[in-house]
């Protein structure tokens, strides 16, 4: 079975591969109207490395998301593959790709509306061991549990508290527990930063950069903020418009702009001369 | 240059768990000049937000307000019947909210939404409001060929066209002041670019003040003249953007530059990675210090920090800071 591999890959084998997808949308026919067909993803290919980041940036609406969910097959692609670990998940059978997806998980912007507000943290914490993990002992998942909130720097009292209660980066570090507990291997973190302050992006930046290397995982960095996406990442992808138009590393795609003052801050101004070409529309 | 708004000893308390209160405004002072940009800096829960529904008077019936005063345009905000509030409101203080999706009517026009508001209070008829709608939906570059944008509804338009249209509908009675809660938190940094560059041309030729709230100062840069910076519901700093961005007198502001990450294209080796950060968590706003609010979290703190609360000091004739290492 796919999850019983070795887990030594060959650091030049990806972990996980999109192989050409397009993902296409067919609107509902509204009063029998016909709608044209929305090409969300078009021709995308990318690989994931253990222990490595690959940053997806682009503009609102130009498929990040859409091929987010294209990976762990939330979202079915209208054409191409999904290899991970080498095997193409659309040809396994159902309860084979439920154990491949505790391996692949997605982690969401907006962490209020990930997490159930009505479960305390440690239901939430225990929610998927009980449906990956049926049959183990009540001590054994709340064993699992305290291990899991001591890695994400969460104290082990605040188990009974709900998502409300916590700040938002705290809430992103309960969404990181719960991919820990399943031991996932790929984390897609879909604009995990972007709704933080300058702070508490930087402590779960610093979380996930340790999480990553003491367990290899490997991250796909969906983000919109340049400046992270060139700090995290070993590798950069633009998308535009459902393509990947540009790729390399961080140097290269992001042309460096080094303006003569003394405070970082005042360099760090938006500069459209940082932004990479193949992020600006044409007609501007 | 003339002040145009001033806010003194702001508390705002809301019913927190187990009959404790939530200290949202902390005794907190603002000042805004006639034509200036002032830029609101701080984390979330620091009070930007309910300071601007307080300037508004738009807190919730649950909030418990009491301020010294909020004069504007030498009248005071606080002493206004509701009716009159009403007139100033939109008219003469205008705002921009965050997301511009949930902010805009989902059944109604958007061109209908920006005459709406020039119905209400320039006394002009239906269709002189609708041709000037229109003028002003042009002027924030809301154009598109194959359809008139006046007649979309908000859901057809992208979130940046969806703030452009918010920031039309700002503009309609020519108010002398626009709050802009986070107005570009939500778009992606192009279309960002796009709309700081709108705010930056009208503020600049309409002479109109703009307070812009934010938790990022790179948005500040380019637009703001001057930066307030907002911690446990109070200004615990405030200059011109130039001095506070280069030699920030508070720990808390230090602390908060020096977590902006690096402009792309600067990577560093993995191994120092490592992303600086403000030590300890935000302020627990049910929790009531009688010292200085970011003691706990200052690198600085000494023993009268947590004693009592510092005075505001001036620093350089220009900045204002309430910190006991400038003698406050």
């Known amino acids: 079975m796919v999850v019983d591999q070795n887990n030594q890959q060959n650091a030049t084998q990806p972990l996980l591969a999109v192989r050409n997808v397009t993902l ?93 507000p009505r479960l305390t943290l440690e239901e939430i914490l225990a929610e998927p061991l009980v449906i990956h993990e049926a049959g183990r002992t009540a001590g054994t998942i709340r064993k699992r549990i305290c291990e899991a909130m001591e890695q994400v720097e969460l104290p082990e009292k605040w188990k009974s508290r709900r998502p409300l209660e916590l700040s938002g980066g705290q809430r992103q570090r309960v969404a990181i527990a719960r991919s820990l507990l399943l031991r996932a291997r790929v984390l897609i973190l879909d604009e995990v930063l972007s709704a933080l302050d300058l702070s508490a992006q930087g402590q779960i930046a610093n979380l996930l950069l340790a999480l990553q290397t003491h367990h290899q995982l490997a991250f796909l960095f969906i983000t919109h903020d340049l400046s992270m996406a060139s700090l995290l990442a070993d590798e950069v992808a633009v998308m535009r418009a459902g393509r990947i138009v540009q790729r390399g590393s961080p140097a290269e795609v992001f042309t460096v702009n080094l303006q003569s003052t003394s405070s970082p801050l005042l360099r760090n101004s938006p500069s459209r001369e940082t932004v990479p070409a193949t992020l600006i529309s044409a007609d501007k | 240059m003339q002040a145009l708004l001033q806010a003194s000893g702001l508390h705002v308390q809301y019913p927190g768990s187990q009959g404790k209160a939530i200290h949202a405004l902390n005794g907190a002072c603002l000042e805004l000049r006639q034509g200036e940009v002032l830029g609101l800096l701080g984390e979330s829960g620091s009070g930007k937000s309910t300071i ?95 359809r008139r944008i006046y007649d979309a509804y908000p859901h057809q338009l992208s979130g940046g066209q969806q703030q452009r249209v918010a920031i039309a509908q700002s503009l309609a009675c020519e108010p002398s002041l626009v709050i802009a809660d986070e107005p570009t938190s939500s778009l992606d940094p192009e279309t960002e670019d796009e709309i700081l560059h709108l705010l930056r041309a009208f503020t600049a030729q309409r002479k109109v003040s703009l307070l812009l709230i934010t938790h990022d100062p790179k948005i500040l840069i380019g637009l703001a003249s001057r930066v307030a910076v907002m911690y446990g519901g109070r200004v615990i700093e405030e200059g011109p953007l130039e001095q506070v ?84």
Request: charged share 25%.
């Open chain 1, 24 to 116: 296409h949308y067919a609107p509902r026919r509204f009063f029998g109207a016909a709608r044209p067909t929305i090409s969300a993803v078009q021709d995308v290919s990318l690989e994931l490395f253990a222990g490595k980041t690959l940053a997806l940036v682009g503009p609102s609406g130009s498929g990040k998301s859409s091929l987010a969910r294209c990976i762990p097959l939330l979202e079915q692609p209208s054409a191409g593959q999904i290899l991970y670990r080498g095997v193409n998940l659309s040809t396994l059978d159902r309860k084979t790709l439920k154990t491949v997806r505790r391996e692949i998980h997605l982690i969401f912007q907006d962490s209020a509306s990930a997490l159930n």
């Open chain 2, 52 to 146: 601007a529904k307080t300037l508004l008077r738009l807190l919730p019936a649950t909030a418990q307000l009491t301020g010294d005063r909020i004069e504007f345009q030498g009248r005071d905000l606080l002493k206004l019947r509701e009716q009159e509030m009403q007139k100033v409101r939109g008219a003469q203080i205008a705002m921009i909210w965050q997301d511009p999706g949930q902010a805009l009517n989902p059944v109604m026009k958007v061109g209908d939404q920006v005459t709406e508001v020039m119905l209400a209070h320039r006394g002009w008829n239906s269709r002189r409001c609708r041709d000037e709608s229109e003028i002003l939906l042009g002027r924030v570059q809301l154009e598109n060929p194959e």
């Open chain 2, 245 to 328: 961005f280069q030699r920030p007198n508070h720990p808390y502001t230090q602390a908060l530059l020096n977590c902006v990450p690096p402009p792309p294209g600067e990577p560093k080796p993995k191994s120092q990675m490592g992303l600086p950060t403000i030590p300890g968590s935000a302020l627990d706003p049910e929790s009531v210090s009688t010292g200085c609010a970011f003691a706990p979290r200052c690198s600085q703190r000494m023993e009268i920090c947590e004693v009592r609360r510092p005075f505001p000091v001036d620093v350089e004739d220009t900045s204002r800071v309430e910190c006991f290492l400038h003698g406050g």
